[in-house]
């Protein structure tokens, strides 16, 4: 029975079940036998060098909560094959992506012919700059400024570096650019922190004094710990078509222009998004996704998981494409192409940025789903070789 079992679940993690045998698979999945079955794979799984700390419940869950999320996206956006799939199939679901998110398969596969990525080429990673453009217009790299021991830079060491006199009730500002590669954490004069990941932008005037808001712009992906001021709410501008409003709060907001869509994940406190003319108010562990030009989706999600950059973590969980963009905001890669049969593949992956690309795709490779080849800066994506 676990040979029938093994099969399923290995032609499932490879994309090449029929339509009859998913629906067997996912019937099987309601068995406890065949349930304690992917439990001990995932007891292995857990051990994978990328996931060091995340237990079996915790990648259960996480696995669960992405899903989730996902489904609702897709099916507010009229995706019919996942209206029809119940939510006991979702959490099965789950918990064969728990299994892919490890990328360690303790099933025979057969021997690969394939020479490890490693031993092939690799991309650097990208060694760009941060960069500050003061109210005159000059560029200023930030890299011989020394942050504080916490790693954070203060706003209020910038007034040094050459402030243009202001004149009467002119707001001056300055602006903060993380190239791709590099990430930045700032304190600003109210105390508010914000980290920027790689290739973000953030925009905040010289001085919040008199100001009835505190109001700074920003693209990229930047998490915020704002600092409490009820007589002067904290308000973030996106993109030039989102804005998000707090009190004091910690979340994070992806805007990333490549990707078509924001998302706002709400750790603590409350945000107010104002989008397209709706209103939406957040509550902690809730995220909410604006299509460009289109509507906001708010739903339960993994917020920790979204703040995994700031802690030196990828989380890879998405379609390859998204994947591909995250990783090229990281390394340098020149250029992503896409043979046929890849463009519907979604991989799930946790992995330490200190990785290198090599090892990274290697990782993903591990899926049985797909096959990389680097050439120079280029990376080539298709169907697994086997």
Same mark, same amino acid.
């Given at each position: 029975?676990?040979?029938?079992f093994d099969a399923l679940l290995d032609g499932y993690l490879t994309g090449t079940l029929s339509e009859a045998e998913t629906q067997r698979f996912f019937e099987l999945i309601?068995?406890?036998?065949?349930?304690?079955?992917?439990?001990?794979?995932?007891?292995?799984?857990?051990?994978?060098?990328?996931?060091?700390?995340?237990?079996q419940e915790e990648l259960q869950a996480r696995s669960l909560r992405q899903l989730q999320h996902r489904l609702q996206m897709e099916t507010a956006a009229g995706a019919s094959?996942?209206?029809?799939?119940?939510?006991?199939?979702?959490?099965?679901?789950?918990?064969?992506?728990?299994?892919?998110?490890?990328?360690?398969?303790?099933?025979?596969?057969?021997?690969?012919?394939?020479?490890?990525?490693?031993?092939?080429?690799?991309?650097?990673?990208?060694?760009?700059?941060?960069? /500050?453009?003061?109210?005159?217009?000059?560029?200023?790299? /930030?890299?011989?400024?020394?942050?504080?021991?916490?790693?954070?830079?203060?706003?209020?060491?910038?007034?040094?570096?050459?402030?243009?006199?202001?004149?009467?009730?002119?707001?001056?500002?300055?602006?903060?650019?993380?190239?791709?590669?590099?990430?930045?954490?700032?304190?600003?004069?109210?105390?508010?922190?914000?980290?920027?990941?790689?290739?973000?932008?953030?925009?905040?005037?010289?001085?919040?004094?008199?100001?009835?808001?505190?109001?700074?712009?920003?693209?990229?992906?930047?998490?915020?710990?704002?600092?409490?001021?009820?007589?002067?709410?904290?308000?973030?501008?996106?993109?030039?078509?989102?804005?998000?409003?707090?009190?004091?709060?910690?979340?994070?907001?992806?805007?990333?222009?490549?990707?078509?869509?924001?998302?706002?994940?709400? /750790?603590?406190?409350?945000?107010?998004?104002?989008?397209?003319?709706?209103? /939406?108010?957040?509550?902690? +562990?809730?995220?909410?996704?604006?299509?460009?030009?289109?509507?906001?989706?708010?739903?339960?999600?993994?917020?920790?998981?979204?703040?995994?950059?700031?802690? +030196?973590?990828?989380?890879?969980?998405?379609?390859?494409?998204?994947?591909?963009?995250?990783?090229?905001?990281?390394?340098?890669?020149?250029?992503?192409?896409?043979?046929?049969?890849?463009?519907?593949?979604?991989?799930?992956?946790?992995?330490?940025?200190?990785?290198?690309?090599?090892?990274?795709?290697?990782?993903?490779?591990?899926?049985?789903?797909?096959?990389?080849?680097?050439?120079?800066?280029?990376?080539?994506?298709?169907?697994?070789?086997?």
């Open positions: 029975m676990h040979q029938d309601g068995d406890p036998e065949h349930r304690a079955r992917l439990e001990s794979v995932i007891d292995h799984a857990a051990e994978e060098r990328s996931l060091v700390g995340l237990g094959k996942v209206r029809r799939m119940s939510w006991k199939y979702a959490a099965a679901a789950a918990v064969i992506l728990a299994i892919a998110a490890t990328l360690w398969i303790a099933l025979p596969r057969g021997s690969r012919t394939t020479q490890p990525l490693a031993q092939r080429a690799d991309i650097e990673r990208v060694q760009g700059a941060v960069t /500050l453009s003061l109210p005159d217009g000059r560029a200023l790299s /930030l890299d011989s400024m020394a942050p504080d021991p916490s790693g954070t830079s203060q706003a209020s060491e910038f007034e040094r570096l050459g402030r243009t006199p202001a004149e009467d009730n002119v707001q001056q500002f300055y602006t903060i650019n993380t190239a791709r590669g590099r990430q930045f954490r700032l304190l600003l004069e109210d105390g508010t922190i914000a980290y920027l990941n790689a290739a973000s932008t953030i925009k905040f005037p010289t001085s919040f004094n008199g100001a009835a808001t505190r109001d700074v712009e920003i693209s990229g992906e930047v998490y915020f710990e704002v600092a409490k001021n009820a007589l002067a709410p904290f308000r973030v501008k996106v993109n030039d078509d989102m804005q998000v409003e707090v009190l004091g709060t910690s979340f994070n907001i992806k805007a990333y222009t490549d990707e078509g869509k924001t998302t706002t994940s709400l /750790l603590e406190g409350a945000v107010r998004i104002h989008h397209g003319g709706e209103q /939406l108010t957040m509550k902690p +562990g809730q995220q909410v996704t604006a299509i460009k030009g289109g509507a906001m989706q708010m739903s339960p999600g993994d917020v920790n998981e979204s703040v995994a950059w700031k802690d +030196g973590r990828f989380e890879l969980y998405g379609n390859i494409h998204e994947i591909m963009r995250q990783l090229q905001r990281w390394y340098d890669i020149a250029e992503v192409r896409y043979a046929a049969g890849v463009d519907s593949t979604i991989l799930v992956a946790t992995v330490s940025t200190s990785k290198k690309l090599s090892e990274v795709l290697e990782i993903l490779e591990k899926t049985g789903s797909i096959h990389f080849d680097i050439e120079g800066n280029k990376v080539t994506v298709m169907p697994s070789r086997q």
